[in-house]
């Protein structure tokens, strides 16, 4: 059994917005960090959201004030509402849960640990 699944990725054009979605096995996550990472092939994972249980977010600058990670109160899901896009922000999008260490995008990037779901692909045209 996949512990989280992404959907909501697609093609926009610059400027444009979406919402993906995490689904996980919520009662495994409920106390752990929540967040959302992006690869490109050929270069490193780069953090870009995280939610801990209580609320608290944190976001890698390159998406602050564009993206939004936010949660369900029983934590099944989580969501990252992406606006004003651009073709920078084009990469594999992937969601990931309790990894060790702080609640942050960096630590989680580097970390790699916890769970990790299949992803889903943004692409922003020009």
């Known amino acids: 059994q996949v512990p989280l699944v992404e959907s909501g990725g697609g093609s926009v054009q610059s400027g444009g917005s979406l919402r993906l979605s995490c689904q996980s096995s919520?009662?495994?996550?409920?106390?752990?960090?929540m967040g959302w990472f992006r690869q490109v092939p050929g270069k490193r994972r780069e953090g870009v959201a995280a939610i801990a249980s209580d609320g608290t977010t944190n976001y890698a600058d390159s998406v602050k004030g564009r993206f939004t990670i936010s949660q369900e109160n029983a934590r099944t899901t989580i969501y990252l509402q992406m606006t004003d896009l651009q073709p920078a922000d084009t990469a594999m999008y992937y969601c990931a849960a309790n990894w060790p260490g702080p609640c942050t995008v960096e630590v989680g990037a580097k970390s790699g640990g916890g769970y990790w779901g299949q992803g889903t692909q943004v692409t922003v045209a020009s």
């Open positions: 919520g009662y495994r996550y409920a106390r752990g960090c």
